[in-house]
């Protein structure tokens, strides 16, 4: 039986314990008893990926810049739990939601749409296919990201805050290379991040499509979002600059021309760039980028349609082959295919999607050393260093496709072939993930993580210029004229 006194307990309990009581309003923006140790930044650096978004939220300004995966708990894999699916349900009343509900139709392909215009490779689950709005669908699902993690981040580290008297909040959103240029790609990633973080600030209840629209139309007139006293300093930045952060910072760093490699679920993201420290802040000046859909969708989907091919071609042979006076066979082994043929037709098929990605991937870097830094000492007797981030890396097709670079830059230069690297663990993250494979997919995020004046300058591609070609040499004076003959 409960006593006066074990309730009165309980009481005292709930007033003065963190753990039960929200030390946030419930949009997680502010502290709900404020602190009076001053002001404290938190960075939250998102990872917008094709099938799964990763967020890492750090505290610059504290001892050891303490960094953390957000763990979306039932909203992501048991096995994953810092993977949030970059999927959005909504039902006939506009709700939306990060998990699947009764009566909800689920929309993917997110972030596909937003930069790529190829719809045969969408599915049908994406915006346009159910006439929906691509950039509305990810204004909501990323406000609906933000505030999850926001509300991870109060419950799970309120320790780390709870002392402060305002947080000022920094979103950094990770953007493929080509988009950091100044072209409606760009344009579009940074209008759905700053209505997405207004949106947020709404509360759950008011994350649907109506107040995203609104939003967007506001962001339309003004050129920005009024973001009331709920400060927030915006930068989209690419995803290549971010996971090099890591090894930027690392005592593995080296000056001078590097690529990228990020091999994820739908695309491949390439990119050389020079790292350079400049005023003692880094300086990452990208070349030559490219992002492609061969990622590891890409191979699931190939292996399809490489069955569907195979079965078809038993199926016209079959129809060829049968002679209509002949007597029926009733053995059903004559219907069944090879597995052979389907070996071969798989074969096929990843020898296919290798030659595009391997051609893709030389193409910048043989573009660089032509057009963007012929002079480096790496295309003669050094080794290119090539960086790998990405989940796809840990396959064996992508990782043994990307290795036959080595010999055929060691072939073509005659230099020392390229240096495989991943960035390494960094210590302020080392609570988060259980080793260099899990961080291969949190590498992005936790680069996103940081205070855009903290990463160093970021030189886009369209702002450098091709190095001049050498002048057509001059060979006049060894013709000889015909009255010299």
């Not at 950039?135 to 709870?162: G, H, M, N």
């Not at 989907?301 to 002949?326: D, F, G, Y």
């Not at 096929?348 to 991937?361: F, G, I, N, S, V």
Request: with cysteine; net charge negative.
């Amino acid at each position: 039986m409960t006593t006066w006194k074990d309730k009165l307990k309980n009481m005292f309990n709930a007033i003065t314990d963190v753990n039960q009581k929200p030390v946030s309003e419930n949009n997680y923006l502010q502290n709900v008893q404020p602190g009076t140790k001053g002001d404290c930044d938190l960075v939250i650096g998102i990872d917008f990926g094709t099938s799964s978004t990763k967020v890492v939220i750090q505290a610059p300004d504290l001892p050891g810049s303490p960094s953390y995966a957000v763990k979306f708990g039932k909203l992501s894999e048991e096995k994953t739990p810092y993977m949030l699916p970059t999927k959005l349900w909504l039902n006939n009343d506009g709700f939306c939601s990060l998990k699947e509900f009764d009566g909800a139709k689920v929309i993917d392909d997110i972030k596909l749409e937003l930069f790529l215009k190829d719809e045969n490779l969408c599915s049908n689950q994406g915006p346009k296919q159910q006439g929906l709005c691509p950039q509305v669908v990810a204004t909501c699902y990323l406000a609906l990201t933000l505030w999850a993690s926001r509300r991870w981040y109060f419950e799970k580290k309120s320790d780390l805050i709870k002392q402060f008297t305002k947080i000022y909040w920094h979103v950094n959103l990770g953007v493929p290379s080509p988009c950091i240029e100044d072209n409606e790609e760009n344009r579009t990633f940074r209008r759905v991040g700053e209505a997405a973080w207004k949106l947020s600030t709404l509360g759950p209840n008011r994350i649907n499509f109506d107040s995203a629209k609104e939003i967007l139309a506001e962001y339309d007139d003004y050129g920005y979002c009024i973001i009331d006293d709920n400060e927030c300093v915006f930068a989209i930045i690419p995803e290549i600059a971010a996971g090099a952060i890591g090894y930027a910072f690392s005592n593995l760093r080296q000056e001078g021309l590097h690529v990228m490699i990020d091999v994820g679920s739908s695309t491949v993201d390439a990119c050389s760039f020079l790292l350079n420290r400049v005023g003692g802040d880094n300086r990452y000046s990208l070349l030559i980028a490219d992002v492609k859909p061969f990622g590891t969708f890409r191979f699931y989907k190939e292996h399809i349609l490489a069955m569907q091919s195979a079965s078809n071609v038993h199926a016209e042979t079959l129809r060829n082959r049968h002679e209509p006076m002949a007597p029926i066979d009733e053995d059903d082994r004559q219907y069944i295919i090879d597995d052979n043929c389907y070996a071969k037709a798989f074969h096929e098929a990843r020898e296919k999607l290798k030659q595009e990605l391997l051609y893709m991937l030389r193409v910048v870097i043989w573009q660089t050393r032509c057009r963007r830094d012929p002079d480096s000492q790496v295309w003669r007797t050094g080794r290119l260093p090539i960086l790998l981030i990405g989940g796809g890396n840990r396959m064996g097709f992508f990782r043994s496709t990307i290795d036959e670079l080595n010999d055929w830059l060691i072939f073509n230069t005659k230099n020392g072939g390229v240096n495989f690297m991943s960035p390494p663990i960094p210590d302020s993250l080392t609570d988060s993930v259980s080793g260099q494979e899990q961080f291969n997919l949190l590498a992005v995020a936790w680069g996103l993580s940081h205070r855009a004046l903290d990463i160093g300058d970021i030189i886009p591609a369209d702002q450098i210029q091709d190095v001049k070609p050498p002048p057509p040499r001059d060979f006049s004076h060894r013709f000889v004229g015909q009255e010299l003959t």
